[in-house]
Structures are given as C-alpha cells and as structure tokens.
C-alpha cells in the first residue's frame, strides 16, 4: 500500500497537508438519516443496484430532490459504493467493480491516482486506520452524471500509520475531517472519482501538529 509512502508525506508536509486517502461509512446507533439511508439501498443489493425510493431520498441531503431516474441510480451506485467501504463490513469486490474498466481514482491533496487492482488496496487501509471509519453526507448534488458531496469523514484512530519519522500509534483520538467528492458516472459505471480531504484537520485530530518555528528557524 503505497498511499502513505515516504515521498507522499514528505511532500505534503511542506504545505501543513499529510498524504492519503480516507474512505468508507459505518452505520451506528445514532446514525444519520444520510447513513441509514446508504445502509438500506446497499443492503438490499447484490449485482444490480435498486431504484431509490421517495422514502430513501427524502432522508438524504440533497440540494435538488427532483432527480431523474438515471440521476436516481447514479447515486445509488455511490451510496453502495460508500457502504460497502465501511470498516465493519467491506466488500472491495463490490467496490473496484462499480469502476468502468479504465476507471480512476483520484486522491486529489497528495497527487495519487488508482486504477485496475490497486482500487482494492484504499478500503482495508483505511480500516487499519480508523476501524470504525464512516462517512457523514452533509450535501449531495446530483447533475446527471456527475454527483457531487460534501461530507466528514469520522472515526477514532485506533490502528497505526507509517510514517518517515516512525510508526505512528493509534491514541484513541476521535477525528472528523472535512471532505468533498466528486464522482462522474457513466453507463452504470465510475469512471473517475476526484476525492479532496481535509488532511491537516484529520493529522491534527490524530494528535500530529505541525512544527513552523523548525520550518521557520531553517531560513
């Protein structure tokens, strides 16, 4: 797993931004409407994704409510592929095979593109980070082909991360990082998915402060 490496967080730390990729969703008691909602449409899928019904949508955030049914099956492709990350229950099978065969995608902050097989290494990464990673839809605008959310990604970093000063332990901290994605669909399938996270709010959340006065004393 290559989305930590050495090259990835040396770079980012120059811009106070750590290298990544934070993704998946787990339902809990106190469960958002938006999270319950991913759980119900992907419980009831196998290979084919159902239509949503009116009951699902109105508990999503959605800026738009008047969605077509392409528009409807697009983000039910999504939110499948939101639940089958989630940390208690991941499914990567499920997950690289929403991607059309050329499919991408794009961790956007440290610059790192997956494809093909690699697209199966993101989801059990993350569980060794935050066992219990989910994600909070705040808002969801669905345009055709193109869905875009904005969301948090949470959970308690109770695994471990590489990194070039050491392994960094989990602490029991809980985080909550700010998040937008971009997903572009068509035919039924992912074609490229644009992630941006809020890498410096989540390290921070994991205990990993930024030392300016070394990076200002070195000038």
């Known amino acids: 797993m290559k989305l930590l490496s050495r090259k990835s967080i040396t770079a980012a730390t120059a811009v106070a931004v750590l290298g990544g990729l934070s993704f998946a969703a787990v339902p809990s008691q106190a469960a958002s409407p938006a999270r319950t909602t991913t759980t119900t449409v992907a419980a009831n899928s196998s290979a084919s994704v159902p239509d949503l019904t009116p009951r699902q949508l ?11 049914k392409h528009e409807r099956h697009n983000l039910a ?3 499948r592929d939101y639940y089958v990350a989630e940390g208690n229950h991941i499914d990567v099978p499920t997950f690289v095979n929403s991607f059309a065969k050329d ?3 794009n961790d956007m902050v440290p610059g790192v593109a997956y494809r093909g097989k690699a697209l199966g ?14 994600r909070d839809l705040k808002r969801i605008t669905v345009n055709g082909d193109t869905i875009s959310i ?8 109770d695994g471990q991360l590489q990194t070039p000063a050491g ?3 989990g602490n029991g901290n809980k985080v909550a ?3 937008a ?3 572009y669909l068509k035919n039924g399938k992912v074609e490229k998915f644009d992630c941006f996270v809020g890498y410096s709010k989540m390290y921070h959340d994991m205990g990993v402060d930024f030392d300016w006065a070394s990076a200002v004393n070195k000038h």
Do not use: Q
Not at 121 to 134: A, D, E, I, Q
């Open 58 to 68: 109105a508990k999503l955030p959605l800026t738009d409510r008047h969605l077509t």
């Open 77 to 79: 492709i999504v939110l």
């Open 103 to 105: 499919g991408v995608f």
């Open 121 to 134: 290494t993101v989801l059990p990464y993350m569980k060794g980070l935050f066992s219990n990673v989910h």
């Open 150 to 157: 904005e969301l948090s990604i949470d959970g308690t970093f």
């Open 167 to 169: 392994v960094l332990k």
């Open 177 to 179: 990082a700010p998040t």
């Open 181 to 183: 994605d971009f997903w």
